[in-house]
């Protein structure tokens, strides 16, 4: 590591400064732009969740799926749906064993 004199800190200072600002743009260029939002309507929505224009309804009206509501039409965000599928994602049989022999390991730690 380099040792810097009282006399050589504003140069010190500065050098540092530049290279994260160039380290900041850079970081900056490599970000994707961010992708646009992709509202459905409900037929769209239904199809792309392979459900009933019915079933949706029925979702919406129990609150179990996210929309958004302008005026009398119904707007479903993609991204949203996406997520609310994964949420709904079951474990496995193993997944399940995994964790309860960790329980079960966990348990039998003396803890003091």
Known sequence: MEHFTFEQ???ALSLLHEK????ERLLVEQQPPPEKETLLNVSQA?????????TLYTK????DIPYSKRGKRLYFRKSEL????RQGR????????QEA????????????
Not at 49 to 54: D, I, K, N, Q
């Open 82 to 85: 996406e997520d609310w599928v």
């Open 9 to 11: 800190l504003p140069q």
């Open 101 to 112: 022999v960790q329980k079960a390991s966990n348990n039998g730690r003396k803890r003091y």
């Open 46 to 54: 239904a199809t792309f969740l392979h459900l009933s224009v019915a």
């Open 60 to 63: 919406v009206s129990c609150r």
């Open 90 to 97: 079951k474990k496995t049989v193993s997944e399940i064993q």
């Open 20 to 23: 994260m600002n160039r380290i």
